[in-house]
């Protein structure tokens, strides 16, 4: 696509419920990010897809966090027994690569609301 | 420790005044891209100029300028003539090109544009 697509775009669940965040990335970048980004904060590193392999998910929270990618596309960020400190913009971006001089395309974020 | 310091929380500028926004970063890898992003209210991220470390010259982009002193590890973004429109979070973020390697992000700026 054209840019980056991340569904929904707005999200109210309970808590202890589980939800999943769609990211669709840009066709051929091979590079996909999830990051996190609280009310007025910056933006906090998640997990990094190169390809369908996630070799970096150090920034997932609790064994409660979890992501894939499949067909080196879409990408599905579950959480699940949500709290309400999960409330956030969950962003997704895509690069062309991994590595190297390249920067993100970033979706317009789901915003999740626990309650 | 921190790679990425934004050291001013929120910034102030008349319109048609330039400003400049800090942005100090850390980092071993002689090889690394620093990066300006623009959130306005709305929430989506806006790339909006990029620096390599091995750039001889400073990227300009419109007018956005990109300060880089590499001995002193600043990369601060300079916005000439400001507009209303200027108003947003702006966040600065360094990649470093050692193997795969994320986007790490400063805490970010709040710069207010007055008439």
């Known amino acids: 696509g054209a840019g980056v697509s991340q569904s929904p775009s707005n999200k109210v669940t309970e808590k202890g419920k589980d939800v999943e965040l769609r990211c669709d990335p840009i066709s051929g970048h091979t590079a996909l990010y999830w990051y996190r980004q609280s009310l007025g904060q910056g933006l906090e590193f998640l997990i990094y897809f190169q390809g369908n392999s996630a070799p970096d998910k150090s920034g997932l929270p609790s064994d409660r966090f979890s992501a894939e990618r499949t067909g080196g596309s879409v990408s599905t960020l579950t959480i699940q027994r949500t709290q309400q400190e999960d409330s956030a913009v969950y962003l997704c971006a895509s690069s062309p690569r991994g590595y190297g001089n390249y920067g993100y395309t970033f979706g317009s974020g789901t915003r999740l609301t626990v309650v | 420790a921190q790679k990425i310091t934004q050291t001013q929380p929120g910034m102030f500028v008349q319109e048609k005044e330039a400003v400049t926004l800090d942005c100090t970063y850390d980092?071993?890898?002689?090889?690394?891209?620093l990066f300006w992003y623009k959130q306005p209210s709305s929430g989506e991220m806006i790339f909006l100029i990029y620096q390599g470390s091995y750039d001889q010259q400073n990227a300009t982009e419109g007018r956005y300028s990109l300060n880089f002193q590499k001995a002193r590890k600043s990369a601060n973004l300079v916005i000439s003539a400001s507009q209303l429109g200027d108003s947003a979070m702006y966040f600065c973020a360094m990649r470093e090109n050692s193997g795969y390697s994320t986007l790490t992000f400063g805490k970010g700026t709040m710069l207010l544009v007055s008439p």
């Open positions: 980092t071993s890898d002689p090889s690394y891209g």
